[in-house]
C-alpha cells in the first residue's frame, strides 16, 4: 500500500488500525503491553517509537501535550488513510439480485502521477471493476463510498468521476462476463 510516495509496513498498518480503535484516536507515546499483539517480539517491540516517528514523518500521526504527557493523535491524512486499510472493500458481498444500474469510474491522471494512477488501476481491479477504456472502468453494483474514501486516500477528487447510469450501448459482453441478467 502506498500513499504519495511512502510505503506504509505491516507494524504501521496494524498501528493505524489500533489508534483508529481507540478513544480520541490517541496512544501513548512509549510502548505498552497493550500492543502485544502488534509487536510481538524484543526486536518488533524496540521498533516501536520507529514506527511512530515514520508515522509522523508520512504526515499520518502528530505529538500532542495533554496535560504534560506527550501523546500521539491521528491527522486528518491518518484517519483516512487508517479507515482505507480497515475498508476491506475488496472482501464486500455482491447484492443478490441486480439493480440495472451501470457503475462507472472515469479518470484522468497526469503522468507525473503514473504511480497512483496505477495504483488507482489496481484498486478498482481488485474491486471487480473492468475496463472498457483506457480510463473508464465498470462495475454493476453500487460502490460509491468506496471509491469516494480510494479518491481521497490518493487525493485524487479532481482526476476521478464516479457516476451510475442504466444504459451502456452493447452492454451484453458486459453483462456475461459479471454473470447478470
Not at 77 to 99: C, H, L, M, Q
Request: hydrophobic letters at 35%; charged letters at 30%.
Amino acid at each position: 500500500m502506498h500513499y504519495t510516495g511512502y510505503r506504509i509496513g505491516t507494524l504501521e498498518k496494524e498501528l493505524l488500525k489500533k489508534i483508529l480503535n481507540v478513544k480520541n484516536n490517541e496512544l501513548p507515546n512509549q510502548y505498552s503491553d497493550t500492543f502485544s499483539d502488534i509487536f510481538k517480539t524484543v526486536r518488533q517491540k524496540s521498533e516501536y517509537s520507529n514506527v511512530i516517528k515514520r508515522l509522523e514523518k508520512k504526515g499520518l500521526l502528530r505529538f500532542i501535550n495533554r496535560n504534560g504527557i506527550l501523546r500521539n493523535t491521528l491527522t486528518k491524512k491518518g484517519i483516512v488513510t487508517a479507515r482505507f486499510i480497515t475498508s476491506n472493500y475488496y472482501k464486500r458481498e455482491k447484492p443478490k439480485n441486480w439493480d440495472g444500474k451501470w457503475h462507472l469510474v472515469i479518470f484522468d491522471i497526469p503522468e507525473k502521477k503514473k504511480k497512483i494512477r496505477n495504483l488507482l488501476r489496481f484498486h478498482l481491479k481488485r474491486i471487480g471493476f473492468i475496463k472498457v477504456q483506457a480510463s473508464v472502468w465498470v462495475y454493476p453494483y453500487s460502490c460509491e463510498e468506496v471509491i469516494s474514501i480510494i479518491k481521497t486516500y490518493f487525493n485524487l477528487n479532481n482526476e476521478v468521476l464516479y457516476f451510475t447510469t442504466e444504459y451502456i450501448e452493447n452492454d451484453k459482453k458486459l453483462r456475461r462476463i459479471f454473470k447478470i441478467s
